[in-house]
């Protein structure tokens, strides 16, 4: 295959919104974009579940060769080899994306991998099994629901850390950002977790187009959020 350019890669995300009216589901655009999805991230310098790693073992209490680490919507597995940096070793991930789960598994880096689409499905584990949950870049109108949070709270240890990312995507105004943040506040106000970091960053993706398929320079920001559960 011919080596890919950004501009492939603004194509693709082009064809993939102009197919929103033709009811491609979220899960289908993942899974006809999984051939090219890995490098596609590479070309656009996606730095979440590097940022994410440093930051959870930055505040992480325990030994990271004990965590066990639940990665939700994992897409093709890029949080383990950077948790794996830290000496965190054990891994189960979540997807919705028969191909992602696919190239999750082609990683070699996780214990248990499960295509399952939440939100109409609940996270299929038992209450306080992982030190560590975390989602990254998949809490989006359209992708997994808010109502996950309450799900990751329950399923993480008492103490343990959970990790939430979000990309400032340039597709809508700032909405899905703003009601994220509100969505989190409320989880403090009912005592499920509480704030350890909220980080801002400049650079988390390169821009590829805008709203009008316009082309984009410079990148995208976003945010790195990190909540602990309380002790019991
Ligand atoms: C932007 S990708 C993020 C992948 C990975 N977390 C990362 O940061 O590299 C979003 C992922 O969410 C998954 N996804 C979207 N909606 C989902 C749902 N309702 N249930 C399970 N997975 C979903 C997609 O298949 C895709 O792999």
Known sequence: MATRTIKDVRNTMKYLREHDPEGLTAIEKYDKWAATYKSDLE????????????????????????????????????????????GFKHFVGIDGSKEMIKLATETGLY??????????NPLPFKAGMFDVVVI???????YVPFSILTEMCQ????????????????????KSTVDLEKELQTLVEKGLWIRIERKKFDKILKKTCLKNNEEAEGYTSGTIHLFRVPSV
């Open 43 to 86: 070309l656009m310098e996606y730095q979440s579940p590097k940022l994410a790693a440093d930051i959870i073992a930055s505040n992480f209490n325990g030994q990271p060769e004990d965590a066990l680490v639940l990665d939700v919507a994992c897409g093709p597995g890029q949080l383990p080899k950077w948790m794996n940096k830290h």
């Open 111 to 120: 214990k248990e991998l499960k295509e399952i689409l939440l939100g109409p």
């Open 136 to 142: 990254l870049g998949a809490l989006e109108p359209t």
């Open 155 to 174: 399923v993480t240890k008492p103490g343990g850390l959970i990790c939430v990312s979000k990309t400032n995507h340039m597709f809508d105004d700032g």
